[in-house]
């Protein structure tokens, strides 16, 4: 009987042989938890995961059950632990309670991991997943919970993962999740279709550039929720909500086979389609370009004809619906109506939509969607007059050789668009009659070389000094010259000839020697090879004039073809033009539409992103000192500011492209991690990770430090910011230390961040990334030199990632460290950064203020005490130097305000409850609390007490409410305390910290006690705002008193004096030990000071 009952035990169970029969009884000793250590449930899981990994390579029938017994087992243990808090665990201790996190953080693990050992184990997953969310909500709050703390662990695991969030409806962990899936369509295929609708509904309340790839997934998986995403998407379009990430996820999802459902959305479509005028007001043409282009492959053919066919004066209206009718040709639709629209376009009075039929003609010709005769020949008689015109008219203002040339922008456009479709035209064999303007065209550029060349020379920096155009730093100091500016205008013709030279370079090589024409530069040969050399000159220095002239979203005329011919290992370059090569790239990458679905074009845009990465980061080995902590040498020409810089933000506008437009058919993540494989090397990944990783850890274990490093190469995103910050915190230590201060560099550090910015979101390895910012957090704290400019972004970027990481109590005092370290300088003006950094702290505590549930009120306390003491500090600041009556709130007053409103409303709340304390000993703790947040409001009331004087009512609005709503809740908190001292005896008088609170609330001439106010309340919270540990008030004696410092007792009768004479208590020390006062008597009265 002792032998059946031992091995009847949990631990006989467990430590026995796992077989298909007996499976079932072990699994139930792992749910119920009754008679098992932690080892033993360890084992358990370990013993789970090797036995679903045996059963993924075995082909028995009732492997089904097991996977689901071991599924169910997984999502039972789980819901123990939630059973186990409900039914009084929730008082453990703080060590019972990790322990017992991590219990289920692995249990979570083990189902997630199960699950991606087979298709098999992943379908009964689920099912146990649903199941148990259907029964207990509980369960899904509990997934969401242990989420970050254990799927990250499990990289092999990301799909399966993925798929087990959307069954336990945790859909914002899926979102997050879908990021890093490998393959988000198959994790989806294994999923019940209402818990895709459900997905599809909370992803488009709100949704994100980032969620079209999952988006794309759930309506490739069921076509009744493809209908419902593409409404909801047009919706968000013809109504400018969301605009941009709607029109991300619609150019996915018209990729797929969307015919079936066209007719019933053609209301939707027909909206959409008349929105782009709007659209493109709004939001800039690149933006109504892709909206077109997306349109285009599901709208009939008559809203692009209603759009064509506008009557309005604004030709921008026909110009879209033109843009339409040539996507729809190109794919091979409605060519009849399409021809019929160029025809007409190409012979319109207005010279836009002629230059847009140009341009619309071209396109066709290059994608060889069409073969028209007749509209070619009418397209090229007509392209030939404004090519003639414009040509001549710019050749006069080049040779007239005045200061400034007159160009205009119309001229050039029309040259651009009808030159184009020339080239065209004669590359592919469709003319022969357009030498003569293309021997022009190349005089022209003659004629553009020669007055750049004359430019170069005459330049001269602040100096006097002659510049010298391509070397990059030499912009800054050149004079801003019109003419520079003037020229820049033709940028776009280079472009043009460049492009075709670029994509038929066998053609051009011919023509060049039947024309016969003169050499570009003197010294140069007629080869192509030296035209486009030249030509790339002619781009690189027209640019130094074009930065502040052309717009963001300005196309560009070359493809990605000629791109990936310019950047290819075989052309050879000076730097200085390999540097400008990268930046045509990078922003013809930005510029340019490609489909995920066309293979071929995704693979080239993919390649030419990681080939202008890589450049730009041998840039930066190249010209930054600190990427490979080398040591700065005073004026030292090794290294270029100006050149990091551009780097930089190539670099980081090539991130941008692959979290948000990128053309890959995989997730945003995978795009990103390609890229940083692609320009990293493993030793600088591994190195930088390995230094963030054992900074100020000088114990740190060796295995500790070498999975470190690996960490780094595994996760290339993460690898990449912990490169970024070991160089900026370098950077830092060079440049701002007890020896030196260099400024030159500061630009770098805005650029640093920014990028940092980009990247931190995304990272894999959440330990790498917090060690990361650990560096950034040591280099504001420790770099006393270090400007409030740099100080205050570094804040910011600290604040957005624990945002996203730490809950936001904890957040809301991190911010207000931050925000008190900015306000230690010596400021005589607001620097924008402060204002950012008071910016993001409004948006963490809006974020707060409105949250009820999630965290606890003594956490929120906290974060309100330390935030309202440090806006009495901002305050100080922001009153200073305004002094006359002002009219309305500038940025920093707005958020200084909004801060100070949510501030109030919780001193508010606080002051309410002191209101109708009794002064009991058992909630001393949260009394406490309540005075510290109270004491904070009566400084932050004086404190803006002058803004009621500054500002007219109505510009504060609900500032003042609460203001004054405040002091009135405090009367009753004066009453309540004054009462609460007359009936507490001596023996068991009423506890100092509120009894604190009721002098400051006493003093009628509390501005000449200002200063005091603060060493008031002492007992109840120290100069940093930071909230005294509970303990018991008022007790006559101390154990072990003689071993810790004596703490001077505030005495009523020498406030009294301070409050007369004034000074400070201090300077009354000796005699505190000798006056005795009686408590609750109001010595202020006695000196006849009330």
């Known amino acids: 009987a002792d032998r059946r009952r031992a091995m009847s035990t949990p631990r006989a169970i467990v430590d026995a042989a796992w077989t298909h029969e007996n499976l079932a009884r072990a699994m139930r000793c792992v749910a119920n938890g009754r008679g098992m250590t932690r080892d033993d449930d360890a084992r358990c899981r370990r013993r789970a995961l090797e036995g679903a990994r045996a059963m993924a390579t075995a082909t028995r029938d009732d492997d089904d ?109 899926a979102r997050e999740a879908s990021a890093s899936a490998s393959d988000v369509e198959r994790a989806l295929r294994a999923c019940d279709a209402r818990s895709l609708e459900s997905m599809a509904k909370y992803v488009l309340e709100e949704v994100k550039e980032s969620d079209a790839h999952v988006l794309r997934a759930i309506a490739r998986r069921d076509s009744e929720i493809c209908v419902e995403i593409l409404g909801a998407l047009l919706s968000r379009l013809s109504t400018g909500v969301q605009t941009r ?60 004809m209603a759009l064509f066919e506008s009557v309005e004066d604004d030709c921008s209206k026909t110009i879209l619906g033109l843009q339409m009718l040539g996507d729809m040709m190109r794919a091979g639709n409605h060519l009849d109506a399409g021809i019929a629209a160029l025809e007409r376009a190409m012979v319109d009075d207005r010279s836009s939509v002629r230059q847009h039929a140009f341009v619309v003609a071209t396109t066709l010709i290059t994608s060889e969607s069409i073969a028209d005769e007749a509209m070619l020949q009418k397209a090229e008689a007509e392209a030939k007059v404004d090519a003639i015109l414009s040509i001549n008219e710019i050749l006069r203002a080049l040779s007239q050789r005045r200061e400034t040339p007159t160009l205009s922008f119309a001229t050039i456009k029309s040259l651009t668009s009808s030159l184009g479709l020339i080239l065209a035209l004669d590359v592919s064999g469709k003319s022969v009659k357009n ?201 030292s020409d090794l290294w270029s500011t100006k050149t990091t810089l551009d780097a930089l933000q190539t670099l980081r506008a090539l991130c941008e492209l692959a979290v948000s437009r990128n053309a890959s058919y995989g997730p945003d993540l995978g795009v990103l991690q390609d890229l940083m494989r692609a320009s990293f090397t493993d030793d600088e990944l591994e190195n930088a990770a390995k230094e963030v990783a054992s900074y100020g850890k000088p114990h740190l274990a060796r295995s500790d430090y070498e999975a470190a490093g690996r960490a780094g190469v595994e996760a290339p995103v993460s690898g990449v910011v912990a490169a970024l910050v070991t160089s900026l915190h370098h950077q830092l230590q060079e440049t701002y230390n007890s020896r030196t201060v260099i400024d030159t560099w500061d630009r770098i550090i805005n650029e640093v961040l920014n990028l940092l910015d980009t990247m931190l979101p995304l990272v894999e390895n959440a330990d790498l990334a917090s060690a990361s910012v650990v560096m950034l957090e040591d280099d504001i704290i420790q770099l006393r030199e270090l400007p409030i400019e740099p100080t205050c972004h570094i804040a910011c970027t600290i604040l957005q990632y624990h945002r996203r990481r730490f809950p936001l109590p904890d957040c809301v005092k991190t911010a207000s460290e931050m925000l008190k370290m900015a306000l230690s300088y010596s400021l005589t003006s607001i620097p924008d950064e402060l204002n950012d950094l008071l910016s993001v702290l409004n948006e963490i505590v809006t974020d707060l203020s409105s949250d009820n549930d999630q965290h606890g009120k003594i956490e929120k306390q906290d974060a309100f005490i330390a935030l309202t003491t440090i806006l009495v500090k901002s305050g100080d600041i922001l009153w200073r130097h305004v002094h006359s009556k002002q009219k309305s709130l500038d940025d920093v007053e707005a958020n200084f305000v909004s801060l100070a409103t949510h501030s109030f409303e919780r001193c508010i709340s606080a002051a309410s409850k002191l209101s109708r304390t009794d002064g009991n000993q058992k909630h001393l703790e949260s009394q406490r609390r309540n005075a510290s947040l109270v004491l904070a409001g009566i ?152």
Request: proline share 2%.
């Open 435 to 635: 030498r003569e303007i293309l021997r022009n065209s190349l005089r022209l550029l003659s004629a553009l070389s020669e007055c750049l060349i004359l430019q170069a020379e005459s330049a001269r920096d602040t100096d006097g000094e002659q510049i010298n155009f391509v070397d990059a730093d030499a912009f800054d100091d050149a004079n801003d010259k019109v003419e520079s500016h003037v020229l820049a205008k033709l940028v776009p013709v280079v472009e043009v000839v460049l492009d075709s030279m670029l994509s038929y370079s066998t053609w051009f090589k011919e023509m060049l020697e039947q024309l016969e024409h003169p050499k570009i530069d003197e010294g140069t040969s007629e080869t192509l090879e030296s035209w486009i050399t030249r030509l790339l000159f002619m781009h690189l220095q027209l640019s130094c004039g074009s930065e502040n002239t052309r717009a963001g979203n300005v196309s560009s005329a070359l493809c990605i073809d000629s791109c990936v011919r310019l950047s290819s290992d075989d052309a050879e370059w000076s730097p200085e033009l390999q540097r400008h090569i990268t930046q045509i790239c990078a922003h013809t990458l930005r510029v340019a539409r490609v489909s995920s679905g066309d293979m071929r074009a995704s693979n080239q845009y993919a390649t030419l992103m990681n080939t202008c990465a890589c450049q730009c980061v041998e840039t930066l080995r190249d010209n930054w000192f600190a990427f490979d902590k080398k040591e700065l040498a005073p004026n």
């Open 939 to 1090: 400084r932050l009331h004086h404190n803006t007490d002058k803004m009621s004087h500054l500002y007219d009512v109505k510009v504060l609005r609900s500032f003042e409410l609460k203001r004054r709503t405040f002091m009135v809740v405090c009367a009753g908190v004066f009453t309540n305390l004054r009462a609460l001292q007359l009936v507490k005896n001596s023996g068991t008088p009423l506890d100092r910290g509120l009894v604190a609170i009721g002098n400051a609330l006493a003093m009628d001439d509390i501005e000449l006690y200002s200063e005091n106010l603060l060493r008031l309340g002492e007992s109840v919270q120290n100069v940093d705002g930071e909230v005294l540990k509970c303990c018991p008030s008022n007790v006559s004696s101390r154990e072990n008193s003689a071993s810790k410092p004596r703490k001077r007792i505030r005495n009523p009768y020498l406030d009294a004096v301070v409050a007369q004479e004034g000074g400070a208590q201090d300077e009354y020390d000796d005699m505190a030990d000798f006056i005795v006062c009686k408590p609750g008597r109001d010595y202020r009265t006695v000196l006849g000071l009330t």
């Open 65 to 173: 059950e097991a996977y689901e017994i071991v599924a169910r087992a997984c999502c039972e243990a789980m819901m123990r632990t939630c059973d186990d808090e409900t039914d009084g665990r929730a008082d453990e201790d703080e060590e019972t309670a990790e322990e017992r996190e991590t219990e289920t953080e692995t249990w979570l693990g083990t189902l997630c991991a199960t699950a991606s050992t087979s298709g098999r184990a992943l379908e009964r997953a689920l099912e146990a997943t649903r199941r148990a969310a259907a029964m207990d909500e509980r369960f899904t709050t509990r997934v969401c919970e242990e989420y970050d703390a254990s799927v990250r662990r499990l990289g092999d695991a990301k799909d399966a993962t993925l798929a087990v969030l959307i069954e336990a409806r945790a859909w914002g962990r």
């Open 245 to 304: 990430a709607a029109l991300r996820a619609l150019e996915e999802i018209v990729q797929m086979d969307a015919a079936p459902h066209v007719d019933r959305m053609s209301s939707e479509i027909q909206r959409a389609v008349e929105y782009l005028p709007q659209l493109s007001v709004k939001e800039g043409g690149d933006i109504a370009r892709r909206a077109v282009a997306a349109l285009s492959k599901i709208s009939g053919v008559a809203p692009a």
